[in-house]
T-cell receptor
């Protein structure tokens, strides 16, 4: 069965500094991996997805993630944080197209001015 | 293209009552999933419907049920509400053959 572990429940960065949100996954198959963002009282928005093409995936708003099979990791990064990046971020795994998405517990990102 | 629409956005119900939530997926999407989000448990999968059939089911009691109509719109019902059912209920749709899900804004259910 697949699972996701987000290694930090809360990350705080200063505006303009890099962001690193860590995610490890477990999957029996070649997984699809996603990062979603949730702003307060909003639904979830897809940031980026990995589906066995390029291991470095670029998403919206300057975010990117690298799939590392040997480390079973899919960490999310951004070179320079912006105040509007403050939100909850979820790492998600899916084994195949017809299986439910499995969510990590989320990482709350705070951005300090 | 319109996104996923959930109604109502907010609900307040009393323990013991039942509630029905509605979800209209993105046009052309035939898969609709429901998730419960709480501060303690995070996002938990309830069930998924595809072409009016329940395809996957999470680990929730039978009080939680759903259905999907021929136009792919979906409803979920919770009977005999408990205080612990207070949560944000999120609906997501997926196009056939794709794996990423597109989420609605959610319905905030408060049980008092």
């Amino acid at each position: 069965a697949q699972s996701v572990t987000q290694l930090d429940s809360h990350v705080s960065v200063s505006e303009g500094t890099p962001v690193l949100l860590r995610c490890n996954y477990s999957s029996s198959y070649s997984p699809s991996l996603f990062w979603y963002v949730q702003h307060p009282n909003k639904g979830l928005q897809l940031l980026l997805k990995y589906t066995s093409a390029a291991t470095l995936v670029k998403g919206i708003n300057g975010f990117e993630a690298e799939f590392k099979k040997s480390e079973t990791s899919f960490h999310l990064t951004k070179p320079s944080a912006h105040m509007s990046d403050a939100a909850e971020y979820f790492c998600v795994v899916s084994d195949a197209g017809n299986t439910p998405l499995v969510f990590g517990k989320g990482t709350r990102l705070s951005v300090i001015a | 293209k319109a996104g996923v629409t959930q109604t109502p956005r907010y609900l307040i119900k009393t323990r013991g009552q039942q509630v029905t939530l509605s979800c209209s997926p993105i046009s052309g999407h035939r898969s609709v999933s429901w998730y419960q989000q709480t501060p303690g448990q995070g996002l938990q999968f309830l069930f998924e419907y595809f072409s009016e059939t329940q395809r996957n089911k999470g680990n929730f009691p039978g009080r939680f049920s759903g259905r999907q109509f021929s136009n792919s719109r979906s409803e979920m019902n919770v009977s005999t509400l408990e205080l612990g059912d207070s949560a944000l209920y999120l609906c997501a749709s997926r196009a056939r053959g794709d794996t990423e899900a597109f989420f609605g804004q959610g319905t905030r259910l408060t049980v008092v």
